[in-house]
């Protein structure tokens, strides 16, 4: 009769789903740790990926994430979804802040219009 000496270390799968439990239960930290000990083992995890690209810090780092995930899935919906809702969101700060910069502008050109006339109706009268 023997008795393992040693605990038994969890499969891949057992770490991953560890890891997916962890961030439901909001332990970011250590939900990353889990998912990085599996990408360890396997750099094409695509679920490992989705999670940390769920759990990115900053958009960039999740842009990051959800660019490996296009990598080892081209067809992966939910990280082209993903891409998109960002592109989308840049695209309209981009388009709200040329729009402000323009108004600004107009509203500077008007302002140097009204100061115009009244310069020139103030010395002609």
Same mark, same amino acid.
């Given at each position: 009769m023997? =008795? !393992?000496t040693?605990?038994? %270390? ?6 991953? %789903?560890?890891?997916?439990n =962890?961030?439901?239960? @909001?332990?970011?930290? @250590? &939900?990353r740790?889990l998912?990085e000990? *599996? ?14 690209? !769920?759990? &990115? ?14 990598? /080892? ?5 939910? &990280?082209?979804?993903?891409?998109? =809702?960002? %592109?989308? !969101?840049? =695209?309209a700060?981009?388009n709200?802040?040329?729009l402000?910069?323009?108004?600004? /502008?107009? *509203?500077?050109? /008007?302002l @140097?219009?009204?100061? &115009?006339?009244?310069v020139?109706?103030?010395?002609? @009268?």
């Amino acid at each position: 009769m023997t =008795s !393992k000496t040693t605990k038994e %270390q969890p499969n891949r799968e057992e770490l991953l %789903q560890l890891a997916i439990n =962890s961030a439901k239960q @909001g332990n970011v930290e @250590g &939900a990353r740790t889990l998912f990085e000990r *599996v990408l360890n083992e396997d750099r094409r995890n695509e679920r490992a990926l989705m999670w940390m690209a !769920k759990l &990115a810090d900053s958009k960039s780092e999740r842009i990051k994430w959800l660019n490996l995930v296009m990598k /080892v899935n081209p067809e992966n919906e939910q &990280a082209k979804e993903a891409l998109r =809702s960002i %592109q989308y !969101k840049r =695209s309209a700060k981009e388009n709200r802040t040329v729009l402000i910069f323009g108004m600004i /502008v107009g *509203v500077l050109i /008007v302002l @140097g219009i009204v100061i &115009a006339v009244f310069v020139m109706m103030s010395q002609s @009268g």
